[in-house]
């Protein structure tokens, strides 16, 4: 409890004290696609500590980010999982499109959300939390066996206000691989750089590379049982550091605050960005004069 | 072959296939697009940062890492994305305000983004700096830029 006070004291500071370009958030989409032709390269993890009953899981995943267009941006993963006194299982992986349908800024820009994931029952990246909590105490041999051929779907909601962000995303999921019910989760998502004006000096501690935020997200049941009984849910705080013009660092400790939920998922994260990706693709095709 | 690897060479075979694709999907061509236009209420907004100076040297370095890879390090556009000279007098004679819309709105279509998450102020500074470019260009010179010129019509500092 006291952690928890401390984490959201931090937190509150941070983004009180506000005034960097890189969202901050691991699980809320906010409006802001990938630049076309641009590819983003990351890697992450998100790492629990367990609950009653369960052992300690580290997460890692592959993230292939590609600009297609200035309104569609494209996402392939690929996820593992390491469970302590287990094992380490490749966890299977997913393919994001997101579509943003009006072109200028609005005072709420939609984007719409479409995946498809091809993993098992021992992922635990948890990019999105819905439906019930998973249960626990199961061997990863047993929850490797169980296919999970499933279509997500989100409606992103975003607003810049000044120089905040606000996103809010509602998600439905539905397994393809059996009979379940649509499952639903949502994600809320605050943040805003640490400084608004840009020195002309070279910097790389300095505030204007920061950006802080807060993110609220968890499970609503299915279509069998809508609310809140034996979800999860988790407020994260989070910042984000440009490290250089085209790589960032993430991190994001999210405390679990019902009794299903893990005490603690910690988030981390590295991005690199090859801007202009496409074109040099495409110049390697081109037929020289 | 069994199903497994059948599925797993499918998925392969897919995702080879799928990105040559998707990088065609980009705009090859850029032409001016006369529908971007700034409102007339945006477009009066006047820069409200007093120095100018500092202003500019913040806004060149957001330039270099926002907008460089499109408009050329010496904002003079490149050869790829057809990004437009920003030394033009048909850029240069818009308002302060049109400058700050276009880059907050972007014009997603032709593939220049919406830098709506750069926070408002660093906008404005990167309007400053282009203000710079006014002064240090000359729009006279008819001659071709370096970084617009095809690869072949280059300087060759070699030669």
């Not at chain 1, 901050?24 to 699980?27: G, I, L």
């Not at chain 1, 790389?204 to 590379?209: G, M, P, Q, Y």
């Not at chain 2, 926002?66 to 050329?72: L, P, Q, S, T």
């Given at each position: 409890m006291r952690i928890t006070l401390y984490l959201l004291a931090i937190c509150i500071l941070l983004v009180a004290t506000a005034a960097a370009q890189e969202s901050?958030?691991?699980?809320t989409y906010d409006h802001h696609l990938e630049e076309a032709g641009n590819l983003e390269i990351g890697i992450s993890s998100t790492t629990g500590v367990p609950r009653t009953g369960e052992r300690a899981f580290f997460a890692p995943y592959l993230e292939l980010e590609y600009g297609a267009k200035g309104w569609w941006t494209t996402e392939f993963y690929l996820e593992g999982q390491s469970t302590r006194g287990d094992s380490t299982i490749f966890t299977g992986w997913r393919w994001e499109n997101r579509f943003r349908p009006l072109a200028r800024e609005h005072p709420i820009n939609p984007v719409l959300y479409v995946e498809y994931e091809n993993v098992n029952?021992?992922?635990?990246?948890?990019?999105e939390i819905v439906g019930n909590a998973p249960p626990v105490g199961v061997p990863n041999s047993e929850l490797q066996q169980e296919h999970a051929h499933e279509v997500e779907a989100k409606l992103i909601l975003s607003s810049n206000i000044r120089d905040w962000n606000v996103s809010e995303n509602f998600i439905v999921e539905k397994n393809l691989s059996g009979n379940e019910p649509f499952e639903f989760g949502y994600s809320l998502g605050v943040s805003r750089p640490l400084a608004t004006m840009v020195s002309g000096k070279p910097c790389?501690?300095?505030?204007?590379?920061f950006a802080a935020g807060v993110e609220l997200y968890g499970g609503l049941g299915s279509s069998k049982g809508f609310g809140l009984h034996q979800t999860a849910h988790y407020f994260a705080p989070g910042i984000s550091w440009q490290l250089s013009d085209n790589s960032w660092l993430r991190l994001s400790p999210g405390i679990g605050f019902t009794g299903d939920s893990n005490p603690l998922l910690l988030r981390f994260g590295y991005t690199y960005e090859i801007r202009g990706f496409g074109n040099k693709v495409k110049s390697l095709f081109r037929k020289k004069p | 072959m069994n199903f497994k690897t059948a599925r797993i060479m499918a998925v392969n075979l897919f995702l080879i296939l799928a990105l040559p694709l998707l990088i065609s999907a980009q705009e090859s061509q850029h032409q001016p697009d006369p529908t971007w236009q700034a409102p007339a209420e945006e477009a009066a907004k006047t820069n409200p940062l007093p120095d100018k100076t500092e202003a500019a040297a913040g806004g060149r370095k957001l330039f270099l890492r926002?907008?460089?890879?499109?408009?050329?390090q010496d904002a003079h556009g490149t050869e790829d994305t057809e990004a437009p000279d920003l030394h033009l007098p048909a850029v240069q004679k818009q308002s302060d305000g049109a400058l700050f819309w276009k880059i907050s709105n972007g014009n997603v279509k032709r593939g220049m983004p919406a830098f709506s998450r750069t926070p408002e102020a660093s906008r404005w500074q990167i309007v400053s700096y282009l203000r710079t470019l006014k002064a240090g260009s000359d729009s006279t010179n008819s001659e071709q830029p370096e970084s617009r010129k095809p690869e072949s019509q280059k300087n060759d500092p070699k030669k």
């Open positions: 901050p958030y691991f699980v029952e021992a992922t635990r990246i948890q990019k790389r501690l300095c505030r204007e590379n | 926002d907008c460089a890879n499109c408009h050329g």
